[in-house]
């Protein structure tokens, strides 16, 4: 049981279709991303192996960078208006990288720790009035760059979709075709799927 609930160094990397990112995420925002240091330890989930200054350990993560977040608006959720959000995770096949600048966040927590929602797709690069977005709902990769205000639309209908079916007692996080096709790696276990 312990096991099915953490990610291991032998797992695949699951990354979210477009309805899947959107429901699993605890938090969506755009944000303004400061430029990433190294990860500091904070609170009991410390790993007192690790150098005072090499990682940062969630509950199921470590992570070994940082970077303060401004938020500009929410999408869903709630966040601070400005945090700090940890990266670069010790998963081997898969991590968050931070990088400065202006992003479409999906994000979640790991214990005490923001962390990206689903490995490299959590942070979607803003350019002027475009973000890079999900071509289609089963297509994972390429992505292209896109209106900000229509992908904000499609967030926006996605998670009134499936908050209209989780009141209805359907699961609000399936995606829209079911299919779990395509050449994305799958999870090998029903664990963490970041």
């Known amino acids: 049981m312990l096991l099915a609930s953490s990610w291991s160094a032998y797992g695949k990397a699951y990354f979210f279709t477009r309805s899947e990112l959107i429901g ?40 070994s960078e940082q970077a303060n977040v401004r938020v500009e608006k929410v999408l869903k959720g709630d966040l601070p208006d400005e945090f700090v959000l940890y990266g670069h995770e010790s998963f081997i096949c898969a991590h968050c990288p931070l990088t400065k600048g202006r992003f479409l966040a999906f ?9 990206g929602a689903n490995w490299q797709l959590s942070l979607r690069p803003i350019k002027k009035d475009q973000v890079e977005w999900y071509v289609s709902e089963e297509q994972g990769y390429p992505m292209k760059f896109q209106k900000l ?39 090998e276990s029903e664990g963490r799927s970041r």
């Open 24 to 63: 699993n995420s605890s938090a969506i925002a755009i944000v303004v991303v400061g430029e990433p240091e190294p990860a500091k330890p904070v609170g009991e989930n410390r790993d007192p192996f690790a150098a005072e200054d090499e990682v940062a350990s969630g509950e199921v993560g470590t992570y």
């Open 107 to 115: 994000l979640s927590k790991d214990g005490e720790l923001w962390v």
């Open 149 to 187: 205000e229509e992908v904000l639309g499609q967030v926006s209908a996605t998670l009134k979709r499936q908050s209209e079916q989780g009141s209805a007692g359907q699961p609000a996080t399936r995606s829209e075709s079911g299919s779990e096709g395509g050449d994305k790696p799958q999870p």
